[in-house]
């Protein structure tokens, strides 16, 4: 349905009057239209998503910038997901605020996701470059960096970002939290786990451990 936005050449002013005009032709107040959409009455959802679409496009596409791709996936996740529960709708709020509301969620979500992904990677080049600046010239030393990098591979993400935020960065548990977005319990658990599955493998090069 929101594709018709992209391919039709209409810019968004005039979608947005254009749903505006359609949205005063249609007498059915919102409540009616959710026992609708609720009784699963043919057309209901559509008619949802043509009074609606406008302002949601409009509210993501301002929050991850118009050029970005993900905006028509948040736009589809978004009424997605309020269609295929419809009950969870209590009316306390208008049906637009319920729907701004869960555009909101998936945004940040995704804006969450976006930044642990370009943390990791910092961090990653971080303890790379720093592998090669601390490792003096010799075969030894190489291999032992590539023993850390394997031992490091085989963390899942979580044990791994907190593992680097915490004993590479020096971030505090509550700092390491908000990058991962975990409370700081779990993450102090974590970390611990990081460590004990870690231990193992570099044992032998104990002495060291501080070229993390």
Known sequence: MWEALHHSGTTMNQFCAQSRVDELVSSEPERVLWERVVAGRVGADAEVVRRHQACVVRFVARMLGASDPAVDDIVQQTFIT???DPERYGGRASLR?????IAH???RMLLRSRARRR???ELWGRVQALYSRAAPPCAEARQAGVRIQQALATLDANHRAVFLLTEVEGFTAAEAAAVVGAPPGTVRRWRVEAKQRLQ???ADLRPNREAL
Request: no cysteine; charged share 10%; net charge positive.
């Open 200 to 202: 193992p493998l570099l």
């Open 105 to 107: 969620n998936k945004t």
């Open 82 to 84: 309020a269609l295929a």
């Open 119 to 121: 943390r990791m990677a």
């Open 97 to 101: 605020s319920w729907l701004l509301g």
